[in-house]
């Protein structure tokens, strides 16, 4: 029994300590968020802000047009989820319900796409879309997510793989055609996984920097994680505004992912049996 | 009965057709958004392309500068070489670690699991700020805990040598997805295998090396490539956090090719840069493929496949 309440509290130690390193940040950037100018540049450190001035979160939104930012990044998102559930969820379905030529050769192809490295393609379709005419829209952002995506397309049919043949049958036998097979019957019994992938790409897409970065120009046209990365650009120095939209930016992934944590735990589960 | 037979023929013949088209979709994405632009960037590599003037074939040119004549070529691949061989064997540790944690038979445990995956869920714009104002040198918190205790923190991001470092532990932060891979396999081994171990008196670090490890080494390999790839590919953190300095300590791959194509504009050189990091990417990948019981979904891909000569013609 002895061995068992040290072995215990060598787990919490540990819990407690990893706890530290994964929260820590979380906390100090609220603290200095809620500071003022001369506490934050204080030494020795103030840890604990001295108002709690709540009204930096208002500031920090209007120095930039940060409405207008979130309005794009909302846009974004929204738009490429529909994509990703709308095409995830058929090619899904035509990969794990039918035999058809070249189908495990296409399915691996599948794959191998998730090994290509961002800049081999991203060269190419930035030119691509200059002259698409798409740059400096949110269109090079939202488009692409209609043609599904690799990672969610396995992830769906792995899910599907377990659903048993005789649904789809039973189906055909009640005058279903496949299209409505798939709509009626397999989409909503893909709801979990679907909301898992749902959630991914909220978090992918709303926390991506680089393709905004580069396909983006104008003010106007710039995302939330744009328009914060360019707030640390030009004012160097102002940290209370730049940890004040961070808080911001990261409210929604994590209600996000506090609404989904059961999907995204059993889905990456799903994933790698 | 003669129109019946045509129609039911007309039928199977769409009904050929159906499964191209649910895949229909990714079909022409793949073409356009993959493929396309991966065949485009394989031919602008052969080639001198400037954004303003014509592009110029030169053959193996950018091939051949880029290893004798590009000095950053080397430095920067050594960079991102240094941060995989720190980043790889510590996130694959401390990923492991939590999720042996997290399994554990204690109060409030799922609590844990949230706060270990929390910052997975934040961007890399996002972490670069909050990292960079803890690293900071003059008010930063590391440093000034570090001082509490009596020693001299390092200067973190200002300092060449310690600038991968702080890189690393900043995206140590996300190793939450890697955590919930290896926690999910970790809960799928059979309660039996422990217990009986418990009966014939192995401790819990017994129990980790003859059990767990044997039976989660599939995953450790996945997350190991899915790791290395990651390391091999950082930009955004580099980007954010040092922008390549102090000195070019941090100048890494990423932000080389990334340079090269749409700073210097030099799209043909940047495109041989990035199918030279491809094919990195795919020799490690192939180590993957060949070692079959570590694709796990390759397995169930074999199960599910109908016998042979079964259907068809």
Redesign the interface.
């Known amino acids: 029994m002895k061995?068992s309440a040290w072995?215990?509290t060598i787990?919490?130690s540990?819990?407690v300590l990893?706890?530290i390193?994964?929260?820590f940040?979380?906390i100090?950037?609220v603290l200095?968020a809620l500071k003022t100018e001369s506490e934050?540049?204080q030494?020795?450190?103030v840890f604990f802000p001295g108002g709690w001035r709540f009204s930096n979160f208002v500031d920090a939104w209007n120095a930039q047009p940060f409405s207008k930012y979130l309005l794009n990044s909302i846009t974004i998102t929204v738009l490429t989820t529909i994509g990703q559930i709308i095409?995830c969820s058929?090619?899904a379905?035509?990969?794990s319900?039918?035999?058809?030529k070249f189908?495990?050769g296409?399915?691996i192809?599948?794959l191998?796409?998730m090994?290509?490295?961002?800049?081999?393609?991203?060269?190419?379709?930035y030119?691509?879309f200059n002259l698409f005419g798409w740059i400096n829209t949110l269109k090079p952002l939202i488009i692409?997510a209609?043609?599904?995506s690799a990672y969610y397309?396995?992830l769906l049919r792995?899910f599907l793989?377990g659903v048993p043949k005789e649904l789809e049958h039973a189906a055909k036998i009640d005058g279903a055609n496949?299209f409505q097979t798939?709509s009626r019957i397999f989409v909503p019994i893909m709801k979990a996984p679907l909301t898992l992938i749902a959630v991914l790409n909220i978090?992918s897409v709303?926390?991506?920097?680089?393709g905004p970065l580069?396909f983006l120009q104008d003010r106007s046209k710039y995302t939330l994680?744009l328009g914060?990365?360019a707030f640390?650009g030009v004012h160097e120095l102002q940290?209370i505004p730049?940890?004040s939209i961070?808080i911001l930016?990261?409210i929604p992934?994590?209600i996000?992912?506090?609404f989904a944590?059961k999907y995204?735990?059993e889905g990456?589960?799903g994933?790698?049996? | 009965m003669e129109q019946a037979a045509k129609s039911y023929k007309r039928a199977r013949k769409l009904?050929?057709w159906?499964?191209?088209?649910?895949?229909s979709?990714?079909?022409?994405?793949?073409l356009?958004?993959?493929v396309?632009?991966?065949v485009?960037?394989l031919i602008?590599s052969f080639f001198n392309w400037p954004v303003t003037s014509k592009p110029k074939f030169i053959g193996l040119g950018n091939y051949s500068k880029m290893f004798t004549d590009d000095p950053q070529f080397y430095k920067s691949l050594w960079i991102t070489l240094k941060f995989a061989i720190f980043y790889v064997p510590l996130s694959l540790g401390?990923s492991l670690?939590?999720a042996l944690?997290i399994t554990?038979n204690?109060k409030g445990?799922k609590i844990?699991r949230?706060?270990?995956?929390?910052?997975a869920?934040?961007?890399?714009?996002?972490v670069?700020?909050?990292?960079?104002?803890?690293f900071n040198t003059?008010?930063g918190?590391l440093n000034?805990a570090l001082s509490l205790l009596g020693i001299e923190g390092p200067k973190w991001l200002v300092d060449p040598n310690s600038a991968i470092i702080s890189i690393v532990i900043a995206s140590a932060?996300g190793v939450g997805?890697m955590m919930?891979?290896f926690?999910?396999?970790i809960?799928?081994i059979s309660p039996d295998l422990y217990e009986s171990a418990a009966i014939d008196g192995a401790?819990?670090f017994r129990q980790f090396w003859s059990i767990t490890l044997p039976l989660i080494t599939p995953?450790l390999f996945?997350n190991l490539i899915t790791s290395t790839?990651s390391a091999?590919?950082q930009?955004?953190l580099v980007?954010?956090l040092t922008n390549g300095g102090p000195l070019k300590s941090t100048y890494f791959y990423?932000l080389f090719?990334?340079n090269n194509?749409?700073k210097h504009h030099k799209?043909g050189y940047?495109?041989a840069?990035?199918?030279f990091?491809?094919i990195i990417?795919?020799l490690l990948?192939a180590l993957i493929f060949r070692s079959s019981s570590v694709w796990?979904?390759y397995e169930?891909?074999v199960k599910?496949?109908?016998a042979r000569g079964g259907?068809?013609k």
């Open positions: 061995t072995y215990k787990i919490y540990l819990l990893f706890s390193y994964f929260l940040p979380f100090w950037i200095t934050v540049y030494y020795p450190l095409s058929m090619i379905y035509g990969f319900r039918y035999e058809f189908k495990n296409l399915f192809l599948l191998a796409t090994m290509i490295p961002w800049d081999v393609t991203m060269i190419p379709l030119m691509q692409p209609f043609f599904g397309v396995f792995q793989m496949d798939y978090l709303w926390n991506d920097y680089l580069i994680a914060l990365a640390k940290i730049i940890m961070t930016m990261i992934p994590v996000a992912f506090l944590q995204i735990v990456i589960s994933a790698i049996k | 009904a050929k159906t499964p191209y088209l649910f895949i979709p990714w079909i022409v994405g793949i356009l958004f993959t396309g632009p991966l485009f960037s602008m401390i670690i939590l944690l554990q204690v445990v844990f949230t706060i270990f995956y929390l910052p869920v934040v961007s890399g714009v996002a670069s700020i909050i990292w960079g104002w803890i003059k008010y918190i000034y932060w997805t919930l891979i926690y999910t396999n809960k799928g401790g819990p995953t996945f790839i091999l590919q930009l955004t980007l954010l990423g090719v990334y194509a749409f799209l940047a495109s840069n990035a199918w990091m491809f990417i795919l990948t796990v979904f169930n891909e599910n496949k109908p259907k068809g």
